[in-house]
């Protein structure tokens, strides 16, 4: 078992010579489930001049179509972040020989908010210290986690008003 | 003997000018300006930090009373004392060994220094493998000799430092071997012509000879390890991005973190200028015994 | 036997057991890069297991297609080779001028300039990252190779070596050429810089062999794959999750990026060796 990116799914399935199955963490609390979907964003600018933004746009528009974001997503396994690219052909015919692929979009249904924060660097290493400690056996995951908690709010006391 | 040249007066300076351009702006502009930036407190991911107020000593009150600033230290001091002494001993061994009329010796030369000549990162990253539980050659070759302890090397939080210092002491001994080598081959043969007439067996022309004429060596070599030791860790990027839980973060790896993850300004320059201090305190050292070595 | 003949026996068996050991450690230190050379070979479809990380049933060259594709290693050939080839022009420039100056010359303040010019030496641009990365940002250079470079034009070390090497030039040669009329860059070219070649070859080495292997300075300075070199690429490519355990990849990714260097290495194993014998007075 190993916890991996969606994007690893086409090199996941070509290397093992064993049937992959794909599902989601498991959750808090027994028999549920989580997710936590990550991936890059689109930004326009406010101030940019309007060719721009316009111009900006219209690459957005051609890189979130359904058809080019269900070739990315056949080609990486990265979840498809539109949902009507599952609905077309190219994807139809992929998820017939590879349903693990529906597998990883079926687990956005538990998905929970992608950490965003202000700090964000000295906040995620805060977690990440923390959790590695949990994983490592250094604490329990409540004492880490409520250890976390406290260096976290420190690093976040000069961003409240 | 040189003449002075007094017609050419500013065609000297004109030569220097370049380097001492440069120098003056990456290394000694860069100096003045940590330790003006250490007394400020400023941070740019921190909008009312932006601009940095004056707080003298602050920055480096908070590092000294910091335990994980203090576990930083700890752990560059673990660090050196695994790497530097390590490497120079293997070094001084393969010397010895690579020191002979053999044919063929240019493959043991080759087989210990060639680690020198890889990037750091790419050594690293064949490392991360060799590193790898269960099928990992390291683990291999150690459940081979019976060991049968942990395997995580780098994600073991007592293990991950260990594993960083390993992959220094491989990549250095070869370099060290060298200058031993340079040392060894310049030693005198009369004092061996002597030890042999009176009888002195291999140990004893080792300990009593060899090893305290290499003294300078010897020593030359401290200090270049202990720099190096200082300024490489391109392969904890690599291995174990100074985790597990900050159990492998060394002075630089901290010094980056507080500049580029955390952006903070007034905490890295105070970082630099302790960083800076310990250098120069151990380079001039290095000057004072090379110069001697001069005279 | 007589002592003479023990003594002998245990000087072949000394010699035996000092072969052994040598070969031993040779082998070892030598692991890692074959298995990677090995591995580099091996079909990605093939994954390692416990015992099995050797050769597989065929050799392919496809991981390093492969790489190749999957990160512009392209563009970060061009620009490690443009960096380094930048770095070792203007040094040679800069230190040839500057170690004459002071092996020629007598001047106001040379013993202080030189004091200054080797601090450089004892304060590696490692330790002055945060500085030097505000600096850059202030000339606007920021994610260029020039910025990658120009930390290095001016070499103390270079400098070093070549006035070192100036001030073995006999100083007969150099008033004979001065009798003759020459100028300094005359000087330079026909007197001093001759008998220096080994120490320039040294330094040039020296300097390529660290800036192509340099990571963390061309990490922070640079932003984008116009001006990333091989090893700060080479660690990006690495920590993408979606590469994850792909030793085969991995490892041509890796080789891809030491081997020109170490390809050359080989090659002028000696001259290297003594160029970094050399360094160690940095």
Redesign the interface.
Known sequence: MITHSSGSLVGLIAQADFELGVMPYPGKEEGTYASVPGGGNFYIMKGAPQEQQDAAWKFVEFISGPEYVADYSINTGYIANRASAYDTEAMLAYVAEVPQALDTRDALQYAGAELAIQNLGQVRGIFHDYLQRAINGEMTAADAMAAAQVEADAALVDFCP | ??A??KS??T???I??F??????????????L??IY?SFFRQ?M??A??REPAFIGWGNYVDLFTDPYFIDVIKNTLAYILGTVPISIILGF??AL??N?K?RGI??????????????????A??????F?P??G?FN?ALRFLGYSGPENWT???SLALLSVVIVAV?KNS??YM??YL?GLQNLPNDVYEAAALDGAN?WQTLWRITFPLLRRTTL??TI?AF?DS?????HI??LTSG????SSTVL?FE???E?????D?GI??AI?VI??IV??AF??TN?IT?DRKEA | MDSIGIRKTLKKFGSWITNLLATFLALLWSVPVIWAIIASLRPANDPMSRGDVWFSNIITFENYTRAWSLAPFGQYYINTIVVVLMILVVQLITIVLAGFAFANYEFFGKGWIFFFVLLQMMIPTSALLAPNFSTIRVLGLFDTRLAIAIPYFGSAFGTFLMRQAFMSVPRDLVDAGIIDGCSWWQLILNVYLPPSIPSLIAFGLSSATWHWNEFLWPLIITNSDKSRTLTAGLVRFTQLGEIGAQWSLLTAATLMVAAPLFITFLIFQRRFIQSFVHSGLK
């Open positions: 003997m040189q002075s040249r050419f007066k065609l000297p300076y030569l220097i370049p380097t001492a351009a440069f120098v003056a702006l990456f290394t000694a502009w860069p100096v300006l940590s930036q941070r991911n921190i009312k930090f061994l393969f060994l690579v002979r053999v240019g493959f043991f030369r080759l087989a210990f220094f060639h680690p020198m000549v890889l990037p750091m990162v790419s050594a990253t064949i490392w991360l493998f060799l790898t269960d099928y050659l291999a994600g073991n939080p491989w070869g370099y060298v200058f340079a291999g030359f070599i270049i720099i200082f300024r490489t860790v391109d990027f690599v985790g597990p839980s900050r630089l010094l980056w973190l500049r580029f993850e955390y952006q300004i890295s320059a630099t960083f800076v250098l120069l380079t001039v000057f090379s």
